[in-house]
């Protein structure tokens, strides 16, 4: 039995590799066979500040996955921030596409590392950059070619559950922000002064 799962899954892996080479990678391709959970730094339904807040995100080969379909050719996981859908509705530059060479779901990469089955946790700060938004977590495995054979995600099939926010740090102040805004009033209001002088002047 553990003979036939083994060439099941080889199969599986080869089939996707030639999808892959003649028509680029379908997400429907791919084997779910990672279980991924991400972890915020602050308490559930909180909002995540960039530059500041941090997830730990562990992740292993499924139990319920095919025995040897890792070992084949797994090489290096690559796990990326997505936009849930709730922050993808009228945003073209962030539409899931079924090839993944045009998905525009997963835009922010978070860490690369070499495949290992089980035992693996990464803390991983959010970049100040990141835009404000719901998001979850995808873990994508990739291939000596470079090519993507299976993922895991962090949310369920509907992109409903486990998602949290992030609201972008800009790096500025309060104080700083209405000590701009009163300057600029008060230039307009210096020019709006010097031209009404001038005018009267050319009146007399």
């Known amino acids: 039995m553990a003979i036939h799962q083994s060439s099941v899954a080889i199969s599986l892996i080869l089939l996707s590799g030639l999808v892959a080479t003649c028509y680029g990678v379908p997400f429907t391709s791919l084997n779910k066979t990672i279980g991924i959970t991400a972890t915020p730094s602050i308490p559930s339904g909180q909002v995540l500040k960039g530059g500041e807040s941090t997830l730990t ?25 997505c936009y849930a859908p709730i922050s993808q509705k009228d945003r073209g530059w962030r539409r899931t596409k079924e090839k993944l060479q045009k998905d525009k779901t997963c835009q922010h990469k978070i860490v690369e590392r070499p495949y290992n089955p089980s035992n693996n946790m990464y803390t991983a700060t959010i970049k100040k950059d990141v835009p404000f938004a719901t998001y979850f977590v995808r873990l994508y495995v990739h291939n000596s070619n470079k090519e993507v054979v299976a993922f895991g995600d962090t949310t369920d099939a509907m992109k409903t559950t486990n998602l949290f926010e992030v609201v972008a740090v800009t790096g500025r102040s309060i104080g700083l922000d209405i000590a701009s805004i009163c300057f600029s009033a008060f230039s307009i209001i210096s020019v709006l002064g010097t031209f009404i002088l001038e005018k009267r002047r050319a009146k007399t």
């Open 57 to 81: 995100i562990s992740w292993s080969l499924n139990a319920t996955s095919s025995v040897g379909i890792d070992t084949f050719d797994y090489r290096t996981v690559e796990i990326k921030l």
